[in-house]
């Protein structure tokens, strides 16, 4: 059962990385939020996060730069909902305290 579990895991990690591989391809290693390019230090966003059952698909997973990603999505000021293979909608709180929101492509 150890091994079979462990055997497991690494194949989801493989389909994992084969995954984060084609969000890098789509999104060209740039920040979904702020559009800046971060090359091999974009960090990948679960949509849905998967502590709440969110799978890691490329409908799921968003290029992120850390800012973006731990400063605005982790801390509650940007959030981010949709498919990110189609539409994702992005709401941002902005210094005033409004909240702004735009929609993108893919």
Same mark, same amino acid.
């Given at each position: ?8 895991k ?37 949509? %849905? ?21 731990? %400063? ?18 992005i ?16």
């Open positions: 059962a150890k091994r079979e579990r462990a055997a497991s690494r194949a989801q990690a493989k389909a994992d990385r084969l995954v984060y591989a084609a969000v890098d391809a789509r999104d060209q290693h740039r920040c979904r939020v702020c559009r800046e390019y971060r090359g091999i230090d974009i960090q990948r966003h679960h949509i %849905v996060y998967r502590s709440v059952g969110g799978q890691t698909t490329t409908q799921n997973v968003i290029s992120l730069c850390a800012e973006c990603h731990l %400063v605005g999505v982790h801390q509650g000021r940007i959030k981010i909902t949709g498919n990110a293979d189609e539409r994702v909608t709401t941002c709180i902005t210094g005033n305290g409004q909240w702004a929101i735009w929609e993108g492509p893919a």
